[in-house]
Each structure stands twice: as structure tokens, then as C-alpha cells.
């Protein structure tokens, strides 16, 4: 069955940085490409970074540039560095997969806020 444990989250100020990870099991981590997600107040959860199992990586025009997603597929983990965090930002982060999405984990929460 597959798992998804999101962590790393929590209040920062704008302009700060968090730093996600994401434990997967029961899934074939190392050939699937992941993603990081988001589902900011009241609205739909969003795709805002993905990346393929060689490590090819895509991004959101909203992330690009301040955000960076990285995996290490020994210990099938997915990471999420966020710098120049922005109010905007504030949402529940989740990884899973792009292509035949799992259950979703229970997220992380990232409030971005003075």
C-alpha cells in the first residue's frame, strides 16, 4: 500500500526558507516521476514541481527560480527546498506521484506570514 509522509513545514517570514521531505513506501519510487504539490486556503491543489527519475526537473512559472525539488532514490525520499518564501506561498504541501496518483498523506502545512 502506498504511503506518502510529508514533513518539514511550519511559520516562516517572507523572504525565509523551509526545506520539505517526503518519505515514500510501497511504491516503485526510483522509476516514478514525483511531484511536489499544493493546496493554498480554499483553493484547488495545484502541481508546482516535478521530477522524473533521473532527476530531470520541472517547475511551476509561480516556484521557478526559488524553489528546488531533488529526490534520493536509496532512500526513496523526495525534497522541496523553498527559499524567498512569499505570503502567496502559504498552502498544505503534499508529494505523490504525476502519472496515477496514490492516496494523498496527511500534507505538511507552510505559513508564510510576518
Known amino acids: 500500500q502506498a504511503q506518502f509522509v510529508e514533513s518539514g513545514g511550519g511559520l516562516v517570514q517572507p523572504g525565509g526558507s523551509l526545506r520539505l521531505s517526503c518519505a515514500a513506501s510501497?511504491?516503485?519510487?526510483?522509476?516514478?516521476?514525483m511531484a511536489w504539490y499544493r493546496q493554498p486556503p480554499g483553493k484547488q491543489r495545484e502541481l508546482v514541481a516535478s521530477?522524473?527519475?533521473?532527476?530531470?526537473?520541472n517547475y511551476a512559472d509561480s516556484v521557478k527560480g526559488r524553489f528546488t525539488i531533488s529526490r534520493d532514490n536509496a532512500r526513496n525520499t523526495l525534497y522541496f527546498q523553498m527559499n524567498s518564501l512569499q505570503r502567496e506561498d502559504t498552502a498544505v504541501y503534499y508529494c505523490?506521484?504525476?502519472?496515477?496518483?496514490?492516496?494523498w498523506g496527511q500534507g505538511t502545512q507552510v505559513t508564510v506570514s510576518s
Open positions: 505523490n506521484r504525476v502519472i496515477n496518483v496514490y492516496s
Open positions: 510501497g511504491i516503485n519510487f526510483r522509476f516514478s516521476t
Open positions: 521530477v522524473m527519475s533521473g532527476g530531470t526537473a
